[in-house]
Nanobody, 121 residues
Framework: QVQLVESGGGLVQAGGSLRLSCAAS????????MAWVRQASGREREFVAA?????LYADSVKGRFTISRDNAKNTVDLQMNGLAPEDTAVYYC?????????????????WGQGTQVTVSS
């Protein structure tokens, strides 16, 4: 099994920044794709960004969020700048065997517990 643990969520004012981190352990391999998916209250899960040998972003976060990974530490980060109230959600770290990045949550088999991000106006 693969375990994913997120950290770094919190409360921030609109226009501010937050950095989320996810640490992978267990049977995780550095070749696995890693992603961030968010879910706002009362809404379906929404793809945010993914990274394998390249990066993939949702249109709503392009230019504001940056995903990066450290394969030596088995971690993936999400730097979020220019945050807006509509970015408020629980942010989940996700992963899957192989390096195929996808915007579909069905493409990820492993999930963390999530970390809350709240952006006040």
């Amino acid at each position: 099994q693969v375990q994913l643990v997120e950290s770094g969520g919190g409360l921030v004012q609109a226009g501010g920044s937050l950095r989320l981190s996810c640490a992978a352990s267990g049977r995780f391999r550095s070749s696995y794709v890693m992603a961030w998916v968010r879910q706002a209250s009362g809404r379906e899960r929404e793809f945010v960004a993914a990274i394998s040998w390249s990066t993939l972003y949702a249109d709503s976060v392009k230019g504001r969020f940056t995903i990066s990974r450290d394969n030596a530490k088995n971690t993936v980060d999400l730097q979020m700048n220019g945050l807006a109230p509509e970015d408020t959600a629980v942010y989940y770290c996700a992963s899957n065997r192989g390096s195929q990045a996808t915007t579909s949550e069905n493409g990820y088999s492993y999930w963390g517990q999530g970390t809350q991000v709240t952006v006040s106006s």
